[in-house]
């Protein structure tokens, strides 16, 4: 059973390392609840650059890495009928993908498929040793950074569907 308030205390840590005295506001970050942290991510094209919100969700933290998701920058949630737009479509990236729809035990997930994200573990993925999530050195910065790595132009091939 996961421990809430080590995920907190853990984040309330980690955030004070990784914001170094910024404040989140500042940086257009904010945090909902103990437990939720939401984080706008760019991604660079050829001609312009895309917004994109993460929620990372702290309830199996620092035990497991976070939570994450891309979600709709309005609703703060994801929707697999109307939000693919608010989804990058990476490819070729080694230690990421996303997907819009995985199937997992008969029901379908936003994945976002990375060894610092917690679905990845939830569904059972394999992964190398040397990418394993290890709650004695990694924070949720190692989140955020594989992911930024994935929105480089080599990788980034714009969102999943038009936005209108």
Request: glycine letters at 6%; proline letters at 7%; aromatic letters at 10%.
């Amino acid at each position: 059973m996961p421990d809430v308030a080590a995920g907190a205390a853990a984040l309330d840590r980690h955030l004070e390392n990784i914001l170094q005295g910024k404040d989140l506001d500042r940086l257009g970050w904010s945090r909902p609840d103990k437990l939720t942290l939401l984080v706008p991510l760019f991604a660079q094209r050829a001609s312009s650059a895309d917004l994109y919100l993460v929620r990372l969700g702290f309830h199996s933290y620092p035990e497991w890495p976070p939570s994450t998701q891309f979600v709709n920058p309005e609703s703060l949630r994801y929707d697999m009928d109307t939000d693919k737009k608010w989804l990058p479509k990476i490819e070729g990236a080694i230690e990421i993908a996303v997907h819009p729809e995985y199937d997992h035990d008969g029901k379908k997930i936003q994945l976002i498929c990375c060894s610092y994200t917690l679905e990845f573990y939830e569904v059972k993925h394999g992964v190398d040793a040397q990418h394993l999530w290890d709650a004695k050195t990694h924070t949720f910065a190692a989140t955020l950074a594989a992911i930024r790595r994935g929105l480089l132009p080599e990788f980034y091939k714009g969102p999943f569907e038009p936005r209108s």
